[in-house]
T-cell receptor, first 113, second 116 residues
């Protein structure tokens, strides 16, 4: 079945550091890929998505590129801020009309000033 | 953006009692809602898909008689944990899908259930 593997946390970085959170997936066909963010005390929010190979999703300075050859969707940001501290989830949605989201385990990110 | 609320945010109950968790879409109608369970340091696991006006579709391994789901209106779905036991203690999260062709799910803030 479908699965998502993302780097374990927690990750602690200094403000303005470069961020990479790795995510790889296993799925049949051509899934859609997502990054969700969960700020303290809030529900998961969609951060960005990509629906086909080589698509780049971007939002709030974060980027991720759908790499079919490496089955990856790594999250990157060039300069993180304290407000980026949150838990980040990589997820996929299979195709063929399947609405189910399969999530990774989440990566807790803490940015220190 | 679309807002989904959950009530209560946390609940503590005695073993053997039943607990109802509400999930509401506040500013949109949701024909489909999803219920997830999250264990500490683990991923969200889909429990069931709830469609308004019809029976929920449960994932393999989820007891439908244990976790009763009702989606009686386009803005409300409820999850009732019946005869709760300590192993049911977990973080329960709902999401709702905006209809009309989008694949985006909007998530509630979650409900922390502790069964003593």
């Amino acid at each position: 079945g479908d699965s998502v593997t993302q780097m374990e946390g927690p990750v602690t970085l200094s403000e303005e550091a470069f961020l990479t959170i790795n995510c790889t997936y296993t799925a049949t066909g051509y899934p859609s890929l997502f990054w969700y963010v969960q700020y303290p005390g809030e529900g998961l929010q969609l951060l960005l998505k990509a629906t086909k190979a080589d698509d780049k999703g971007s939002n709030k300075g974060f980027e991720a590129t759908y790499r079919k050859e490496t089955t990856s969707f790594h999250l990157e940001k060039g300069s993180v801020q304290v407000s980026d501290s949150a838990v980040y989830f990589c997820a996929l949605r299979g195709n063929f009309g399947n609405e189910k989201l399969t999530f990774g385990t989440g990566t807790r990110l803490t940015i220190i000033p | 953006g679309a807002v989904v609320s959950q009530h209560p945010s946390r609940v503590i109950c005695k073993s053997g009692t039943s607990v109802k968790i509400e999930c509401r879409s506040l500013d949109f109608q949701a024909t489909t809602m999803f219920w997830y369970r999250q264990f500490p340091k683990q991923s969200l696991m889909l429990m069931a898909t709830s469609n308004e006006g019809s029976k929920a579709t449960y994932e393999q391994g989820v007891e439908k008689d244990k976790f009763l789901i009702n989606h009686a209106s386009l803005t409300l779905s409820t999850l009732t944990v019946t005869s709760a036991h300590p192993e049911d203690s977990s973080f329960y999260i709902c999401s709702a899908r905006v209809p009309a062709g989008t694949d985006t799910q909007y998530f509630g803030p979650g409900t922390r259930l502790t069964v003593l």
